[in-house]
């Protein structure tokens, strides 16, 4: 599975973007998908993740109540909605694909992943 994560960009605190993860190959259906992100001098963190049917979720606090992931298995699309943006999630998002059975927030777990799309959140 080769994935392409893309939308980001600039906003200013207060506004939102959806980012998309466009996934290659075969039975994207099968994979828990999962958004991470990596801020500057911090260590990558866990996001937002979907099982296979779109139909269980998991977020952390710092982001529950604005971000809302969603999938598209017949475009093979994976989407993460963001609103509400503060500076502190000024961050390069990275999508990733887990064939974990249930829903895993451990970057241990996914298989492939992304290379990332830059969100800049202005004050």
């Known amino acids: 599975v080769q994935l392409q994560a893309s939308g980001g960009g600039l906003v200013q605190a207060g506004g939102s973007l959806r980012l998309s993860c466009a996934a290659s190959?075969?039975?994207?259906?099968?994979?828990?998908m999962g958004w991470f992100r990596q801020a500057p001098g911090k260590e990558r963190e866990f996001v937002a993740t979907i099982n296979w049917r779109g139909d269980s979720t998991r977020y952390p606090d710092s982001v529950k109540g604005r971000i809302t992931i969603s999938r598209d298995n017949a475009k093979n699309t994976v989407y993460l909605q963001m609103d509400s943006l503060k500076p502190e999630d000024t961050a390069v998002y990275y999508c990733?694909?887990?064939?974990?059975?249930?829903?895993?927030?451990?970057?241990?777990?996914?298989?492939?992943w992304g290379q990332g799309t830059q969100v800049t959140v202005s004050s």
């Open positions: 190959g075969r039975s994207f259906s099968n994979y828990v």
């Open positions: 990733a694909a887990s064939r974990n059975y249930g829903l895993t927030t451990e970057m241990a777990y996914y298989d492939y």
